[in-house]
């Protein structure tokens, strides 16, 4: 069983930062990907970034040069996304997601809003 847990969601004013984390635990044998979706009331889910096995990172273009997706290195099993210049539209609820070789899972989701 994988559980994906995230924190770091809140409320803050346009144009200020949050840090949101998200640690995978259980039998995980090999994670091609993880990375983070949002879903605004009303819209459909949509990928914010992800970052590779490889390293390799993706954004929409709407977070580039503003959202920024890391993880722990030593484990791969945790990663980051640190918001900055936050804007009213980036308000949504934020979902971590885990792809291995044969499943995707999702974690539970945590609350973004951004004030104007």
């Known amino acids: 069983q994988v559980q994906l847990v995230e924190s770091g969601g809140g409320l803050v004013q346009a144009g200020g930062s949050l840090r949101l984390s998200c640690a995978a635990s259980g039998s995980i044998f090999w994670i091609n990907a993880m990375g983070w979706y949002r879903q605004a009331p009303g819209k459909q889910r949509e990928l914010v970034a992800f970052i590779t096995d490889g390293g390799t990172t993706n954004y929409a273009d709407s977070v580039k040069g503003r959202f920024t997706i890391s993880r722990d290195n030593a484990n791969k099993k945790t990663v980051y996304l640190q918001m900055n210049s936050l804007k009213p539209e980036d308000t949504a609820v934020y979902y971590c997601?885990?792809?291995?070789?044969?499943?995707?899972?999702w974690g539970q989701g945590t609350q973004v809003t951004v004030s104007s």
């Open positions: 997601n885990l792809k291995s070789v044969t499943a995707s899972y």
